[in-house]
């Protein structure tokens, strides 16, 4: 059936580093994928989304790319910073015939340190 | 604020009891989701409605169930509560399908004792 595969946490880094969160994906046909973001005592909200391959959804100064060759949806930000502490969310939505399904990682906890 | 309201906020229970769990979805929106997130599940999708209609069904249990009204608002039902129900329960809202975002309220937290 269909997944989402995300890297453990938590993450620690130090403020400026590069930021990667890998997510790997499995699915039946043409998934969206998606990026939420959880802050302490909050719901998620979307961070960045992409819903054919190739796409490239970006926000905040957050990327990842829609690859279908390796099924992934690699999250990664240039310089992280002590605010983007949080729980980040990999997940994918589909819908096959009539048949719809909605996924989500486990969460990967960043915690940036100044 | 994502403009989908979730109530009660927090709520203490027993074991063998009843609970219903209330969304607005934000204006315009259609369809409304259900998830139960816990420390050992993770967030798990439960049901879907779609213009007061079942859209989609996940790992909602039998004990479980949901309706959207006429207003386009939802509810979900908890009976007979165990205590591995607790858990924080988050609505969300969308406009349409499986490609639009997602957009949660900040979630009922449910404790059963």
């Known amino acids: 059936g269909d997944s989402v595969t995300q890297m453990e946490g938590p993450v620690t880094l130090s403020e400026e580093a590069f930021l990667t969160i890998n997510c790997t994906y499995t699915?039946?046909?043409?998934?969206?994928l998606f990026w939420y973001v959880q802050y302490p005592g909050e719901g998620l909200q979307l961070l960045l989304k992409?819903?054919?391959?190739?796409d490239k959804g970006s926000n905040k100064g957050f990327e990842a790319t829609y690859r279908k060759e390796t099924t992934s949806f690699h999250l990664e930000k240039g310089s992280v910073q002590v605010s983007d502490s949080a729980v980040y969310f990999c997940?994918?939505?589909?819908?096959?015939?009539?048949?719809?399904?909605?996924?989500f990682g486990t969460g990967t906890r960043l915690k940036v340190l100044a | 604020d994502s403009g989908v309201t979730q109530t009660p906020k927090h709520l203490i229970t027993a074991t063998g009891q009843r609970v219903t769990l209330r969304c607005s979805p934000r204006?315009?929106?259609?369809?409304v989701y259900w998830y139960q997130q816990s420390l050992d599940q993770g967030l798990q999708f439960l049901i879907q409605?779609?213009?007061?209609?079942?859209?989609a069904k996940g790992n909602i249990l039998e004990r479980f169930s949901a309706q959207q009204f006429p207003d386009l608002h939802s509810e979900l039902n908890l009976s007979s509560l165990e205590l591995g129900d607790s858990a924080l329960y988050f609505c969300?809202?969308?406009?349409?399908?499986?490609?639009?975002?997602?957009?949660f309220g900040p979630g009922t937290r449910l404790t059963v004792l």
């Open positions: 969300a809202s969308s406009v349409r399908d499986y490609t639009d975002t997602q957009y």
């Open positions: 699915a039946t046909g043409y998934p969206s």
């Open positions: 992409a819903t054919k391959a190739d």
């Open positions: 997940a994918l939505s589909e819908g096959i015939s009539g048949t719809y399904k909605y996924i």
């Open positions: 204006s315009g929106d259609l369809s």
């Open positions: 409605y779609y213009n007061g209609e079942e859209r």
